[in-house]
């Protein structure tokens, strides 16, 4: 089993800019589609972005592309997430999560433990 170890979250002003990183274990990091998640307070965890196991193909919550940008590198076993422009309602907790996504969910992924992101107006 794949383990997962988010990082990069904390306090931001609205309009600024966050990168969060996911550490991945494992050998076959560079097979499997990684994913972000995310979970504001009181409302249910939803699909942020995807990535392909060669990084060649991503995939964007459709509130969110333009600007996010997922990335990887499959040397590192490290997928990240670069967030700009963040607003108020970006605020929630950031999970990563290795597997191949249905729908706008993950039923048989692997998840990180989470890391905090909170944007202030």
């Known amino acids: 089993q794949v383990r997962l170890v988010e990082s990069g979250g904390g306090l931001v002003q609205a309009g600024g800019s966050l990168r969060l990183s996911c550490a991945a274990s494992g050998r076959t990091f560079s097979s499997v589609p990684m994913n972000w998640f995310r979970q504001a307070p009181g409302k249910e965890r939803e699909f942020a972005a995807a990535?392909?196991?060669?990084?060649?193909?991503?995939y964007y919550a459709d509130s969110l592309e333009g600007r996010f940008t997922i990335s990887r590198d499959n040397a590192k076993n490290t997928v990240y997430l670069q967030m700009n422009s963040l607003k108020p309602e970006d605020t929630a907790v950031y999970y990563c999560?290795?597997?191949?996504?249905?729908?706008?969910?993950?039923?048989?992924?692997?998840w990180g433990q989470g890391t905090q992101v909170t944007v202030s107006s």
């Open positions: 999560a290795a597997g191949l996504i249905v729908g706008n969910s993950c039923p048989s992924c692997a």
């Open positions: 990535i392909s196991g060669s990084g060649g193909s991503t």
